[in-house]
């Protein structure tokens, strides 16, 4: 009985994991989707946004299951919290790069981002797509100094993040009004989805740990 819990847990573990590969690719094809303004991309990320929302389902059925039916205790009850935490984080994930490639597909066929910060974007989905893939490591190999490396990068983003601010803000700003707002948004989506991914490594400190860390400001 316990092993084929345990082999249930790993399985649950493989579901968080795979979600974070399927929001890594979505973030990556939107961010493509952005900067090349490619109408293709952003529909192909639109149309597999439910594909994320069905695993969410899946892995939160598959948890509440485990509860159920195990009564977990001690760390497998802490395993399985914050799977339903992570998963929530991860779906989280997919939403927002569904809005980055809605904004793609609104604007199209015109570019959605101005010459001046294409470079910034380019670099900040390079930024969240490796946390992406980090939290899927995490998951798998439950390595608390790899969770708490994701710090690193969320850092890397927020100063990205912030330095586009500054140019938006910038007194000098030639595109307007409307371009800003667009870029002030999208900035934002991509600072959330770094959060996310923090959020996602904190749980598995917790699971490993039985403590919640105090790094990062995404709200727990």
């Not at 793609?104 to 015109?110: C, F, I, L």
């Not at 999208?186 to 959060?195: H, I, P, S, T, V």
């Amino acid at each position: 009985m316990r092993e084929a819990y345990q082999v249930e847990l790993g399985e649950l573990a493989e579901e968080l994991a795979n979600m974070c590969a399927m929001a890594a690719t979505a973030m990556e094809l939107a961010t493509r989707a952005l900067l090349d303004a490619d109408l293709g991309l952003a529909e192909q990320v639109i149309g597999d946004d439910a594909k994320i929302d069905d695993a969410r389902s899946s892995c939160e059925e598959h948890a509440y299951a485990l509860l159920a039916l195990q009564a977990p205790v001690a760390t497998d009850l802490r395993t399985v919290l914050a799977a339903i935490h992570a998963a929530e984080s991860l779906e989280r994930m997919g939403d927002l790069a569904l809005h980055v490639a809605k904004a793609a597909r609104r604007r199209h066929p015109k570019p959605v981002l101005p010459e001046q910060v294409r470079p910034n974007f380019s670099e900040m989905g390079r930024v969240a797509v490796d946390l992406a893939h980090q939290a899927e490591n995490v998951i798998l190999e439950k390595d608390i100094e790899k969770a708490r490396s994701l710090e690193e990068a969320d850092d890397e983003m927020d100063d990205l993040h912030r330095h586009l601010f500054s140019v938006i803000m910038d007194k000098d700003w030639p595109y307007g009004v409307a371009s800003a707002v667009d870029v002030t948004l999208l900035g934002r989506f991509y600072e959330r989805y770094a959060d996310h991914a923090v959020s996602v490594a904190k749980r598995v400190v917790f699971v490993v740990t039985g403590r919640m860390p105090g790094y990062g400001t995404d709200e727990l």
